[in-house]
């Protein structure tokens, strides 16, 4: 009677083992809610009082073709003078549209029409907003925030995409597999960025830090000065880390093995740190910012790569738990 019973806690134990192995990590639906809270967040952000002055043309908007090709700088100037001509018409415009997609999101029957709508928003923006993130340029490596967060919502709302005719079904939806594809390149892509002339070099980032210290509170600007202490010390070696850190992590997540969600659980977490030092947080209580920047969508991207994955591969390097038999 007693081997009886521990036979069938043990299967109880497996089939709980089983079934958590076979759950994403993250849904299409927690995507979908995911995107709608960062669509509220960056349309209350919109709603700051600077928004409404030509100062969030001028001073936000503008900058974004600094050392920009004239394909980019261009339209990114054009869009500047636009909005300064009536900066609180067209600020009203932007963030009743940003509030009004993270609404949709949360509404299964006008969760399309959000994804569809977001896409294209987040498109123009990062063209006309952000410069196309500063890649183009060449000076924007991921800890300053590349490759701009208007794309990574534009991939995001992709990935949201209901598998369903209703969006409830989405509730047990993986995310596509190609999400991990795209975080392979992403990281091999930040790579590249890091290699360009100066962009990984230690004096170069010890000096955004620096300089990013001056602008956040307090307890930050101590860790980012202390970071930038610490790359500095570093020397060339921190290139060659950093660079050797980001390849391993993009060709990783392109492996079949057990170490691709180790992969993605390591981007996740240098994304965290990206967002801490070099964004400073978004800079979300400066008054000034228009989003969180790009490290928490970052993570969700990582996120949803890991929700793709099969569940044999989530469970890869569980403790197998033996089942008694009479």
Known sequence: MTTTATALEADTVVTELDRSSRAPVITRRALQYALGALWL????????????TRGFARQIVAPAAAGQPFFVAGPVHWNANLIALHPALFNGFFAATQLALGVAFVIPRFCRWAIVASAIWAGGVWYLGEGLGGVAGGHMTALLGAPGA????????????????????????QPPSWTGSVWAVLWIGYAVLDLLPGNGASPTVAGDLTTGAATVPQWLGVFDRRLASGVHGLGSAYAILLVAAELTIGILSLSRGSLR???????????????????????????????????PLVMLLGLAALGALPATARSEGRRPVARLSW
């Open 261 to 295: 969600p180790v992969a993605y659980w390591s981007g996740i977490g240098l994304a965290a740190l990206y967002w801490a030092a070099g964004q400073s947080f978004g800079q979300l209580f400066s008054g000034q910012a228009t989003d969180p920047s790009t490290g």
């Open 41 to 52: 967040l960056d349309g209350a952000l919109q709603l700051q009082s600077y928004m409404f």
């Open 150 to 173: 208007a794309l990574l919502y534009l991939v995001l709302a992709l990935a949201a995409w209901p598998a369903t005719a209703g969006s409830r079904g989405d509730s047990s939806v």
